[in-house]
């Protein structure tokens, strides 16, 4: 069963509007970064041992620090946030159909995708 | 070496990767994360986070498209997608829980696994007029646009095809890949689905899958931005050219070159395993 072509419309032009978004961030914060502090090496972000978590606090504070990488950040979570956008558009979809097993299945999609972002501030 | 130049290194050596993963419609996860932990020495973590992203990125572009064109069956990409995420998200908790070494391992057997997929000769598709009973309740059933119109395709053991869905995501959790060679193979040899309606399916589901994955790699700390920047836009921008080159290519004769590339890659990568370079 073919689902009503608007909806693959709205979720094309998300994908696109969001991937695009994401590129121009990414973009712009690597130039800015690369004009400033290109010459630097490249061994110490290579160290073994280091980890880089981010969440959304470690993003608004890097934005403050160094607008840069807090750029190239915003536009990596913009990413995702697109894909978390079509999923919950797809349950809105689902809701305004009446689909009730397609309710659920995207309900518990869209949970796991929340999930894997507040695991750790939950536990 | 400099920010700069390893920038711009990384940037051309995942534009070679979009372009090939492109024009054998695997994928660029395969290709990328053996490349940064060969040629750039990263550390594996990182450069599975790199390819995350990547993949996500490239999936997003294509599968707006495909949602344009009409194959991709977005029931039966959603319906998947539970076994899917829940996959990934285990698998991707799992991760610091294991060493760097068998991590390695099982991605050089995911090489192999995909040099072996690329050049198996896919068997003809018979034709089902009848569906598995959870494609009648779930309505996965449907139809694709072909020359003369659309023809009809019925869904064929569902459950089989879901769990091999969880095994994709666990996959594309542990090792930071999008899985859409078994997602592929799960729709295609399993549900019996049109190819096109796999590979567009597929595409549609891998960014999905791919971000559960990111989402746990974010907060583990294995995204690192001046990492990903080079590899996400290299690979975007490959990923268009192999899609504009594909139609004026031997795809074939890419398919086994791709295989003998990631083979090698993958045999490397196990040398260095063991001579403990990773």
Not at chain 1, 51 to 63: G, V
Request: aromatic share 12%; net charge positive.
């Amino acid at each position: 069963m073919k689902e009503k072509p608007w909806i693959d419309q709205w979720m094309s032009w998300t994908l696109n509007l969001g991937t695009l978004l994401s590129i121009l961030l990414v973009f712009s914060g690597g130039a800015i970064y690369l004009f400033n502090a290109g010459n630097e090496s490249i061994q110490l972000l290579l160290q073994q041992s280091t980890t880089y978590p981010l969440n959304f606090s470690i993003i608004a504070e890097t934005i403050q620090l160094t607008p840069a990488v807090g750029l190239i950040e915003m536009g990596l979570f913009c990413l995702i946030a697109t894909q978390l956008l079509r999923v919950g558009m797809l349950l809105i979809y689902y809701i305004y159909t009446k689909d009730y097993w397609f309710i659920l299945i995207n309900l518990f999609v869209l949970l796991v995708l929340v999930y894997s972002f507040i695991w750790k501030d939950i536990h | 070496m400099s920010i700069i130049l390893f920038s711009v290194l990384v940037f051309i050596a995942s534009l070679c990767a979009g372009v090939i993963g492109s024009l054998t419609g695997l994928g660029g996860g395969v290709v990328i994360i053996p490349a940064l932990v060969l040629f750039f020495h990263i550390n594996i973590h990182y450069a599975m986070g790199a390819s995350l992203i990547a993949v996500v990125a490239t999936s997003s572009g294509t599968a707006a498209a495909y949602l344009r064109k009409g194959f991709t069956n977005i029931r039966i990409g959603m319906f998947l997608e539970v076994a899917a995420v829940a996959g990934a998200l285990i698998g991707a908790l799992l991760i610091p829980y294991i060493s760097k070494t068998l991590l390695t391992l099982l991605f050089c057997g995911l090489l192999f696994l995909s040099a072996f997929l690329t050049i198996k000769r896919r068997e003809d598709q018979e034709v089902y007029t009848s569906s598995h009973p959870w494609g009648y309740t779930l309505r996965l059933n449907d139809n694709y646009p072909v020359y003369q119109g659309f023809q009809s395709y019925y869904v064929q053991q569902v459950p089989l095809a879901f769990f091999i869905m969880w095994f994709a995501g666990m996959i594309s959790g542990l090792l930071g890949i999008g899985s859409g060679t078994l997602k592929v193979l799960a729709m295609d040899q399993v549900m019996r689905l049109p190819y096109k309606v796999s590979t567009t399916t597929s595409n549609f589901m891998i960014g999905i899958t791919a971000a559960v994955s990111a989402g746990v790699y974010f907060t583990h700390g294995y995204i690192h931005p001046i990492i990903v920047m080079p590899v996400m836009l290299g690979v975007i921008v490959g990923a268009n050219i192999g899609a504009r080159l594909l139609p004026h290519l031997h795809t074939q004769f890419l398919r086994i070159l791709f295989s003998i590339i990631i083979s090698l890659m993958g045999l490397q990568m196990l040398i260095n395993t063991f001579t403990a370079s990773v």
